[in-house]
């Protein structure tokens, strides 16, 4: 029996007039960096004041990364404003029956599903420096595999987001070692564009389904590497729904106030009258289901990908 956290559920209402102009106020739009203006996104200043821990939706303090190519990245002196960071590890195999690390799957894969602004690290996760090594070294390779299949300016675009981990998480101090070092990153970890903390779910996709796997009565569905594209997908998704809220006034109503509940639970939304109501011409329904502990994997902790959520709407007390 899981239990959910239901963070919000909220009514947003918009007026006639504040429907004219749905897009952000002009401030909100201005960049200050080349790549969000490239992009055209918004950007926000790196927070300094993040702590050193690793808790899921907590601010990202500042760490750095040892990189295959000799180089160090750091968080702070990388960050954009408008980026998405995915921290990759090596330790899925692709199923049961194929032991390979689900990286062998297809980087070009992985890119060709992916927004633009995101970085990539594969990370040798709690191994040893010589399988670290190896592993990086394979990495290189099929990320070569990949350029091969874009433009030059493509390739150049993905060059500077694909990142391959020199060193072991085991070896490595700060955030990422810590990250893998807990269950909460064990599937992986992400840095949103508000420099938040957010973990990975699992990477079974659909179209790896197989039927020797399901005839052996395992999970059918292979891991693919280009499951993590929709990680960063829905995290611009979040950012691009903030981005419009913050360009209106809406008028919110909570449901849910970051309760956690199992199995059943009903809430009551009461909308204002009749005369209020038809001042507004859009209304918009919005359910974040979260895990309600975040010192713990997702797996086992959030509710499964399948629950469900209703709305009914009564038009009078009966």
């Given at each position: 029996?899981?239990?959910?956290?239901?963070?919000?559920?909220?009514?947003?209402?918009?007026?006639?007039?504040?429907?004219?102009?749905?897009g952000p106020p002009q401030e909100e739009v201005q960049t200050d960096h080349p790549i969000c203006n490239a992009l055209d996104l918004p950007t926000r200043p790196y927070d300094s004041t993040g702590p050193q821990m690793f808790r899921?939706?907590?601010?990202?303090?500042?760490?750095?990364?040892?990189?295959?190519?000799?180089?160090?990245?750091?968080?702070?002196?990388?960050?954009?404003?408008?980026?998405n960071y995915i921290f990759l590890p090596h330790w899925f195999s692709i199923s049961p029956e194929k032991p390979e690390t689900?990286?062998?799957?297809?980087?070009?894969?992985?890119?060709?599903?992916?927004?633009?602004?995101?970085?990539?690290?594969f990370v040798p996760a709690r191994t040893s420096q010589e399988d670290?090594?190896?592993?990086?070294?394979?990495?290189?390779?099929?990320?070569?595999?990949?350029?091969?299949?874009?433009?030059?300016?493509?390739?150049?675009?993905?060059?500077?987001?694909?990142?391959?981990?020199?060193?072991s998480s085991s070896d490595i101090s700060g955030l990422l070692g810590d990250g893998f070092a807990s269950s909460v990153g064990s599937y992986g970890?992400?840095?949103?564009?508000?420099?938040?903390?957010?973990?990975?779910?699992?990477?079974?996709?659909?179209?790896?389904?197989s039927n020797s796997l399901a005839s052996a009565g395992e999970w059918p569905y292979e891991n693919r590497l280009f499951a993590a594209a929709y990680e960063a997908i829905y995290f611009n998704f979040e950012a691009e729904r903030q981005i419009r809220l913050d360009a209106?006034?809406?008028t919110e109503v909570p449901v849910f106030g970051g309760d956690v509940i199992e199995q059943f639970e009903d809430g009551t939304l009461a909308l204002p009258d009749a005369q209020t109501?038809?001042?507004?011409?859009?209304?918009?329904?919005?359910?974040?289901?979260?895990?309600?502990?975040?010192?713990?994997?997702?797996?086992?902790?959030?509710?499964?990908?399948?629950?469900?959520?209703?709305?009914?709407?009564?038009?009078?007390?009966?």
């Amino acid at each position: 029996m899981y239990q959910v956290l239901l963070s919000s559920l909220w009514f947003l209402g918009c007026s006639d007039k504040e429907a004219e102009d749905t897009g952000p106020p002009q401030e909100e739009v201005q960049t200050d960096h080349p790549i969000c203006n490239a992009l055209d996104l918004p950007t926000r200043p790196y927070d300094s004041t993040g702590p050193q821990m690793f808790r899921r939706h907590q601010p990202a303090g500042d760490f750095s990364v040892p990189l295959r190519d000799g180089s160090t990245w750091t968080l702070s002196e990388k960050w954009t404003g408008c980026e998405n960071y995915i921290f990759l590890p090596h330790w899925f195999s692709i199923s049961p029956e194929k032991p390979e690390t689900y990286w062998s799957t297809g980087v070009l894969d992985l890119l060709i599903e992916s927004d633009l602004n995101v970085h990539y690290f594969f990370v040798p996760a709690r191994t040893s420096q010589e399988d670290a090594d190896a592993l990086g070294a394979q990495m290189e390779e099929w990320i070569e595999e990949a350029m091969l299949g874009l433009t030059e300016n493509q390739a150049k675009w993905w060059r500077d987001r694909l990142h391959v981990v020199g060193a072991s998480s085991s070896d490595i101090s700060g955030l990422l070692g810590d990250g893998f070092a807990s269950s909460v990153g064990s599937y992986g970890f992400g840095i949103d564009r508000e420099q938040k903390i957010r973990t990975l779910g699992y990477f079974p996709h659909v179209s790896g389904y197989s039927n020797s796997l399901a005839s052996a009565g395992e999970w059918p569905y292979e891991n693919r590497l280009f499951a993590a594209a929709y990680e960063a997908i829905y995290f611009n998704f979040e950012a691009e729904r903030q981005i419009r809220l913050d360009a209106i006034d809406a008028t919110e109503v909570p449901v849910f106030g970051g309760d956690v509940i199992e199995q059943f639970e009903d809430g009551t939304l009461a909308l204002p009258d009749a005369q209020t109501m038809s001042t507004f011409d859009t209304m918009e329904i919005d359910i974040r289901m979260e895990c309600p502990d975040k010192d713990k994997a997702e797996i086992g902790n959030c509710g499964a990908w399948d629950y469900l959520a209703h709305m009914w709407l009564y038009d009078d007390a009966n």
